[in-house]
């Protein structure tokens, strides 16, 4: 018997799913994500548990108008009313924002956005695999709409102008 899918983790790059390089001073995503790597050794979730799509590996920064609108059609297309995106911390609540504009598009769906100020690959003390955790768990209980989810609170779109 297999478990049903609980929720879709939608990964899109950012900070929580980077690797730091020493030679930029700063994180770089990594091609492919890790994140269901770590939710299967670090949280013993099943990969039949959840639904994985990666949309792209880029920094919030250089996002583009056209991969918000691949992030709203990954969610428009998921099967699962439960629905984790990760993205970098820089433009979290402008993402929140752009996707509550379309919230028609997926009613019914609970979308928790999430990440991270510091990658959960390379750091012992990385705030993303928290982050993750709580995102997960508040996509399966928390009522339909947009939410952030960051140092254990959710947010709504319009509730913070920024992270950092």
């Given at each position: 018997m297999t478990n049903p899918i609980n929720f879709h983790l939608i990964t899109t790059g950012g900070t929580i799913d980077s690797y730091y390089d020493p030679d930029q001073c700063g994180p770089l995503c990594f091609e492919q994500s890790v994140l269901p790597k770590?939710?299967?050794?670090?949280?013993?979730?099943?990969?039949?548990?959840?639904?994985?799509?990666?949309?792209?590996?880029?920094?919030?920064?250089?996002?583009?108008?056209?991969?918000?609108?691949?992030?709203?059609?990954?969610?428009?297309?998921?099967?699962?009313?439960?629905?984790?995106?990760?993205?970098?911390s820089f433009t979290l609540f402008d993402l929140g924002r752009f996707l509550q504009k379309h919230k028609a598009s997926y009613a019914g769906k609970t979308v928790i956005l999430?990440?991270?100020?510091r990658p959960i690959d390379g750091f012992t003390y990385s705030d993303g695999l928290f982050n993750l955790g709580a995102a997960c768990l508040a996509a399966q209980y928390a009522p339909a709409g947009i939410y952030i989810c960051i140092q254990g609170r959710l947010y709504g779109p319009e509730e913070r102008e920024l992270w950092h």
């Amino acid at each position: 018997m297999t478990n049903p899918i609980n929720f879709h983790l939608i990964t899109t790059g950012g900070t929580i799913d980077s690797y730091y390089d020493p030679d930029q001073c700063g994180p770089l995503c990594f091609e492919q994500s890790v994140l269901p790597k770590y939710l299967e050794q670090h949280c013993a979730l099943d990969k039949d548990a959840y639904q994985f799509s990666q949309v792209c590996m880029k920094d919030s920064r250089e996002m583009t108008t056209s991969d918000r609108e691949d992030m709203l059609a990954a969610i428009v297309n998921s099967q699962t009313k439960a629905i984790v995106l990760t993205h970098g911390s820089f433009t979290l609540f402008d993402l929140g924002r752009f996707l509550q504009k379309h919230k028609a598009s997926y009613a019914g769906k609970t979308v928790i956005l999430t990440g991270s100020l510091r990658p959960i690959d390379g750091f012992t003390y990385s705030d993303g695999l928290f982050n993750l955790g709580a995102a997960c768990l508040a996509a399966q209980y928390a009522p339909a709409g947009i939410y952030i989810c960051i140092q254990g609170r959710l947010y709504g779109p319009e509730e913070r102008e920024l992270w950092h």
